[in-house]
């Protein structure tokens, strides 16, 4: 089965995000892909003080348009994530949704890990000053496996990807939008850290590029396989990273090196 990765610069017009979106998801079909991932924030990256105001709820204009798109192409969609209305104390969830062939909601991830940094780029980030945190972490059954939900800063925990294998995940999402800064020095390391020590597939969509005068991403979308190979990097600008999902090979690395059954603690 092909997977499809997404890199995009999302901006603050709505609309062009999601044209742009539904533009690359449908190229990535035309590839083969039978599951498109699309990055953190994909509808919106405008400035920080405006998160509330670009907020929907999950049966809003721009998830009702992802779902409307995957039952159309008969595609597992992973929406990215979506500033989600409705958090406590007035605050929004970062959200990452992910739909099945017939449009259906599968699963529904809350950011747990939010991004307050000042990473020397110039920039002080405060995710948490408009989105609360969720709680809980999520996978979903599909086909071609359990799938383990989480989204850009959360790479960082990697309990919360033991959780995610603990409960069956071979293929780990990671809707993302890091930083020009922290990019260039982490995010390779890190997804392919992740996926060494749970023996899985790691999607990363990714944001990348210029989003407002204050913000750059860093792009590089990829597919890293259970052995922590990259199997495919999106090259700069808009585009998708491709890459086969082989049932065989996760099984051969985790008979090979049975390194989760030798876990000791829990």
């Given at each position: ?53 670009a ?14 798109l ?20 007035g ?73 995610l ?38 999607l ?18 990829m597919?890293?396989?259970?052995w922590?190979l ?37």
């Amino acid at each position: 089965m092909l997977i499809a990765a997404v890199q995009m610069a999302s901006g603050p017009d709505r609309t062009r995000n999601l044209d742009t979106a539904t533009r690359l998801v449908r190229r990535a079909k035309e590839r083969g892909a039978a599951l498109v991932g699309l990055p953190e924030n994909v509808a919106w990256m405008g400035p920080e003080k405006d998160r509330p105001g670009a907020a929907e709820p999950l049966d809003g204009p721009t998830l009702s348009r992802f779902a409307e798109l995957a039952r159309e192409l008969s595609i597992h969609l992973l929406a990215g994530s979506v500033l989600e209305a409705g958090a406590p104390g007035g605050r929004v969830h970062n959200t990452s949704v992910l739909f099945g062939p017939d449009g259906g909601r599968r699963a529904v991830y809350r950011k747990i890990h939010l991004f307050d940094a000042e990473v020397g780029d110039g920039a002080s980030y405060r995710e948490s000053d408009a989105v609360a945190p969720g709680e809980t972490p999520v996978t979903a059954e599909t086909p071609f496996g359990t799938v383990g939900l989480s989204v850009c800063y959360d790479l960082r925990f990697p309990e919360l990807y033991r959780a995610l294998s603990a409960a069956g995940a071979v293929l780990l999402t990671v809707p993302s939008a890091f930083t020009l800064m922290t990019g260039k020095d982490h995010w390779e390391v890190l997804l392919r850290a992740r996926a060494i020590e749970n023996q899985a597939y790691v999607l990363a969509p990714a944001q990348g590029g210029r989003h407002t005068d204050q913000r750059t991403t860093y792009g590089h979308a990829m597919v890293v396989d259970p052995w922590g190979l990259v199997v495919a990097r999106a090259s700069e600008g808009e585009g998708f990273a491709l890459a086969e999902l082989d049932p065989e090979l996760l099984a051969r690395v985790r008979r090979n090196l049975p390194a989760l059954r030798h876990r000791r603690l829990k």
